[in-house]
């Protein structure tokens, strides 16, 4: 489940949610400077303290990973050791659009015929000959990708650092990728999806979808990397045998076709996670397409 709300400047947010045990929550803003906290309300009646999420600045970004008891923050996922029912969320700082995802427990993935769909997603890749070093960053070229589609190029560098966790020193995390496109004025979202059906019907409404999948070796035919704990791609279609159409910026050429089953395997294995970035008047298709 996706949920969608408008805060007024400095309103503390209570979103419903559960019951469940994993939640994320992601922002959009022009510009945001300050701090993001998130409180939780388990099915048992406790009330978590305020847990520190996130601190932005222009100059910086960090995940913060609160935890109080019964729940703690994953860089980017909320967890609770019990069901919760709420999430509260204080800004300081003017957030635009919050959207808070929840995974949908009664819903299994469904083995059925997906329509051939093939989106005209620019090919970016996540190395970058002037800077060798840097290996990890599938998630910046991911989003280039995704802006790139919406006529936004940026390059992926200038992603990187304006996604850079300076927490645990990387770019993956999901949420700061969303919400460096809501500063160029996208609505963008990170969601549970049920299976590759259900993210075919974002391909189907012309929007593309950066994927979080992991796999070990040998169970992801064509993956460019023997293994990978996470690994972010954009999925922008399905071709006529029903196999995923991916933009795998760590595959030479990007462009990649990998087979359904698999690929699903090693999407849903991690999480079922996705983002998604649109032009502001799809934020309801985002929402929409979500819950569906």
């Not at 009646?45 to 923050?73: M, N, Q």
């Not at 169970?219 to 990397?225: F, N, S």
């Amino acid at each position: 489940m996706l949920r969608l709300v408008h805060p007024n400047a400095g309103e503390e947010l209570v979103v419903n949610v559960g019951p469940v045990r994993e939640a994320i929550v992601s922002w959009n803003a022009l510009a945001l400077d300050g701090t993001i906290d998130l409180r939780v309300n388990a099915i048992d009646g406790r009330t978590s303290a305020w847990l520190p999420y996130v601190a932005i600045s222009a100059e910086k970004r960090a995940s913060l990973a609160g935890s109080d008891g019964f729940v703690r923050i994953d860089t980017d996922v909320v967890r609770g050791d019990v069901d919760f029912v709420t999430v509260g969320i204080r800004s300081r700082g003017a957030l635009d659009a919050v959207f808070v995802s929840t995974p949908d427990y009664g819903a299994p993935s469904r083995i059925v015929a997906l329509q051939a769909v093939a989106l005209d997603v620019p090919r970016y890749s996540q190395y970058e000959p002037a800077f060798p070093a840097e290996r990890g960053w599938c998630a910046p070229a991911s989003l280039a990708m995704l802006l790139a589609y919406r006529d936004y190029p940026v390059d992926v560098p200038i992603v990187a650092r304006e996604v850079f966790d300076a927490r645990y020193g990387g770019t993956g995390n999901w949420t700061f990728n969303v919400a460096f496109a809501g500063t160029l004025g996208f609505r963008a979202a990170v969601m549970h999806l049920r299976d590759l059906g259900h993210a075919h019907a974002f391909l189907a409404d012309d929007i593309p979808l950066a994927l979080s999948i992991a796999w070990e070796g040998g169970t992801l035919p064509g993956a460019p990397l023997p293994r990978s704990d996470g690994h972010l791609v954009v999925l922008r279609g399905i071709d006529p045998n029903g196999d995923a159409l991916v933009n795998d910026p760590a595959a030479p050429g990007v462009a990649i076709v990998y087979p359904r089953e698999a690929f699903e395997r090693a999407w849903l294995g991690h999480g079922g996670i996705a983002f998604a970035v649109a032009p502001g008047r799809l934020a309801e298709a985002l929402l929409r397409l979500a819950n569906d």
